[in-house]
């Protein structure tokens, strides 16, 4: 955990540059761009007390950050966080860095306004392939797998792809295969986003 003196001395920088942006910054955006404040804190407290500052400062959008570590580890104090940032500023909240799907179903019926995640980018940077139906996520042969599974205990190494029907896999489901190179990524991290997507959509029209 980071010291307790460090992150408040980190929130009271972030608080600065929140209201110069606001103050004066904000000024040079473009008409239809709207300033959204960042919360960020080590806990609810801090939280519920970043929030409440950047609504003072005159911030009408909200976005809830420091959360991506605490999605594996410790679900129910996302939800507390969550529920801080929406007790001082109300559900004009968007939700960074989630992709786990029970948590974004806990978060909706919390009132969160919207919410996304790099997940299926940085997964694919790593070796990471996800299926949906169930959700599930898989490892490619790489030395990086003890690194994974310490984020994922039940992640799997896959040494070959399952079938699929996203773009990707129609064209070649071999090219998610491949562990290295920029085009393999991308092309690894579109199918992570289709399975991303469709266990979102499935779950909200159940």
Not at 2 to 8: F, G, L, M, N
Not at 160 to 184: E, F, H, R, T, Y
Request: aromatic share 8%; net charge neutral.
């Amino acid at each position: 955990m980071r010291d307790p003196a460090e992150a408040a001395r980190r929130s009271a920088q972030n608080l600065a540059q929140a209201r110069w942006l606001i103050e004066r910054g904000a000024a040079d955006l473009p008409e239809n761009a709207e300033p959204i404040g960042v919360i960020q804190g080590r806990d609810a407290e801090q939280i519920f007390y970043v929030a409440q500052a950047l609504a003072e400062m005159g911030y009408r959008r909200f976005a809830l950050g420091s959360l991506a570590g605490k999605v594996a580890s410790s679900r129910d104090e996302v939800l507390r966080r969550t529920e801080a940032a929406l007790e001082a500023v109300g559900p004009r909240l968007h939700m960074l860095g989630v992709s786990s799907v029970p948590v974004l179903e806990a978060l909706a019926r919390l009132g969160v306004e919207s919410a996304d995640s790099g997940a299926p980018i940085k997964e694919a940077a790593r070796g990471g392939i996800f299926y949906s139906e169930p959700f599930r996520r898989y490892k490619l042969p790489s030395a990086h797998f003890r690194e994974w599974q310490r984020s994922y205990s039940f992640a799997e190494v896959i040494e070959s792809p399952l079938p699929c029907a996203c773009p990707v896999c129609q064209d070649d489901p071999a090219q998610i295969m491949n562990p290295n190179g920029k085009a393999a990524i991308n092309l690894r991290a579109l199918h992570n986003y289709y399975h991303l997507r469709r266990d979102i959509e499935g779950s909200q029209a159940g």
